[in-house]
C-alpha cells in the first residue's frame, strides 16, 4: 500500500472499489484500536463501520497517508465511545468484563505486539480517561511515534508523553508480574477440574490469597451479581454450585486474548467464556464471561 492514494476523476465505481480496498488492508489496526478502546467487539465493529462511511464520504485526493488519516478518525471516534461506554456500564447488572475476542489466527489482533489485550490489562485501563487509554494503546501496542499519537488527539508531544507514563505506572503499580502462557494454561486447566469436582482443598492451593472471582452475566441466570473475594470464600462458591453448573459440560480450548480460556458448553452451545489471570502467587482473578450477547464471536471461533 502507497501513501498517496490516486483516486479516478469521476470518483465513480473505480475509485469506490479503490478506496475499499485500501480500506480493508488497514481494517485489522483500525479494529484493534476500536476494541482495546472499548473493550467491545459489537461497539468496536459498530465504529470501525463509521470510521468507513467517514472515509467514502470525505475527499480522498487530499489524504497524503490513509493509515494514518483513518488512525486519526478511529481514536477520536473511540474516545467519544469511551465516554458514553462509562456512563452505561454504571448500569450495567453486574461485574462488567471485556468481550473475549479469538486470538488464535491474529495474536496481536492487528498491532505491533499484543499490549493491551490481555484482560487483566484492559480491565486496569477501564480506570484510565479515554485520552490517556487512547495515548497508552497507540504507543504500547501499535508503537506510534509521540508526535503522531501528539497529531491524533491533538494534545502538544509532552502531554503525551507524561499520559502515557502515568498510564503505565498505573497499570505497572495494579498488576502483579503475569505467568508466562504456558503456566496460565496449566493453572486454567487444573482450575476447571477442581471447579468440576468441587474439590474445596484443592481449589483454594490453586488461588492467590486475594483472588476474586468475576461473573460477567449482563443479568443472565446463574451469574453472581457481585464479585466474590478471598481464596477460602472462592472455592467455596464454586464448590456450591459444582454440582448443577458442570452437569453436561464439555470443555474446549480456545486463544482469547493471547491466554487460554476454557470454552464451556452444553448441548453443543457455548454459555460461557472462562480464563484466569495469575501471577506467582497463584491465580489473581477467575473471569466467568456468560453474557450471551459478548461471547459470540469465540462462540463462532470455538
Known amino acids: 500500500m502507497t501513501d498517496t492514494v490516486p483516486v479516478s476523476e469521476s470518483g465513480g465505481p473505480e475509485d469506490l472499489e479503490q478506496a475499499a480496498a485500501v480500506f480493508a488492508g488497514v481494517r485489522p489496526r483500525l479494529f484493534g484500536i476500536a476494541y482495546r478502546m472499548l473493550g467491545s467487539v459489537t461497539e468496536a465493529e459498530d465504529l ?7 472515509w467514502q464520504s470525505c475527499d480522498r485526493t487530499t489524504v497524503d497517508n490513509p493509515a494514518a488519516f483513518l488512525a486519526t478518525v478511529t481514536t477520536r471516534l473511540a474516545i467519544n465511545a469511551a465516554q458514553s461506554a462509562r456512563v452505561r456500564r454504571e448500569t450495567y447488572i453486574g461485574p462488567w468484563l471485556p468481550d473475549p475476542v479469538d486470538t488464535g489466527a491474529d495474536p496481536h489482533l492487528g498491532a505491533e505486539r499484543g499490549e493491551a489485550l490481555e484482560f487483566a490489562v484492559l480491565l486496569l485501563l477501564e480506570k484510565l480517561s479515554p485520552t490517556e487509554r487512547a495515548a497508552y494503546v497507540l504507543r504500547e501496542a501499535f508503537d506510534y511515534p509521540y508526535r503522531q499519537i501528539a497529531d491524533i488527539i491533538q494534545l502538544n508531544e509532552a502531554a503525551v508523553r507524561q ?3 502515568r498510564a503505565r505506572k498505573h497499570v505497572l503499580a495494579e498488576r502483579r508480574t503475569p505467568v ?3 503456566e496460565q494454561r496449566r493453572l486454567l486447566t487444573a482450575f476447571v477440574t477442581a471447579a468440576r469436582s468441587g474439590d474445596l482443598t484443592a481449589l483454594e492451593e490453586l488461588f492467590a490469597a486475594d483472588v476474586t472471582s ?3 452475566g449482563g443479568g443472565a441466570r446463574g ?3 457481585i464479585p466474590v473475594v478471598g481464596a477460602s470464600r472462592v472455592a467455596k462458591y464454586v464448590r456450591a454450585f459444582a454440582n448443577r453448573f458442570w452437569a453436561g459440560v464439555d470443555v474446549a480450548w480456545a486463544s482469547t486474548n493471547g491466554q487460554t480460556s476454557a470454552l ?19 491465580i489473581d482473578q477467575v473471569l466467568w464471561m456468560m453474557n450471551p450477547a459478548k461471547i459470540t464471536a469465540v462462540s463462532a471461533a470455538g
Not at 470501525?48 to 467517514?54: C, E, P
Request: net charge positive.
Open 48 to 54: 470501525v463501520q463509521d470510521a468507513w462511511l467517514r
Open 163 to 165: 499520559l502515557v507514563s
Open 180 to 182: 508466562t502462557r504456558a
Open 214 to 216: 468475576y461473573s460477567d
Open 223 to 225: 451469574a453472581s451479581r
Open 264 to 282: 464451556l458448553r452444553r448441548d453443543g452451545e457455548v454459555f460461557a467464556v472462562l480464563t484466569v489471570n495469575a501471577s506467582a502467587q497463584g
